[in-house]
C-alpha cells in the first residue's frame, strides 16, 4: 500500500490486532507508524531493514493476488 493510500485508507485497518510495518527499505517505517499511531492503531512492530533485508535474509514472500 502507497503512503496516499495508507492516508486515505488507514480506518479500514484492524484497531484489535497487532499490525507489522515494512516498507522497501526501511526508511519510511518510522514516519508510517507515527501517522497510525496518531490514529489510534497502537499495537505496531516495525521490521527492521524492510523488504530488502527481508529478502536478503531469506524469508518467505509472497506476492498478493488482486
Not at 502507497?2 to 484492524?14: F, N, R, T
Not at 507508524?33 to 509472497?62: C, H, I, Y
Request: glycine letters at 10%.
Amino acid at each position: 500500500m502507497s503512503m496516499h493510500d495508507l492516508v486515505v485508507k488507514y480506518a479500514e485497518l484492524p484497531k484489535d490486532k497487532k499490525l507489522f510495518i515494512l516498507d522497501k527499505g526501511g526508511k519510511r517505517c518510522g514516519l508510517i507508524s507515527r501517522f497510525l499511531a496518531s490514529k489510534g492503531l497502537n499495537d505496531l512492530t516495525l521490521v527492521t531493514g524492510g523488504m530488502k533485508q527481508w529478502v536478503k535474509s531469506g524469508l518467505p514472500t509472497e506476492i498478493a493476488k488482486k
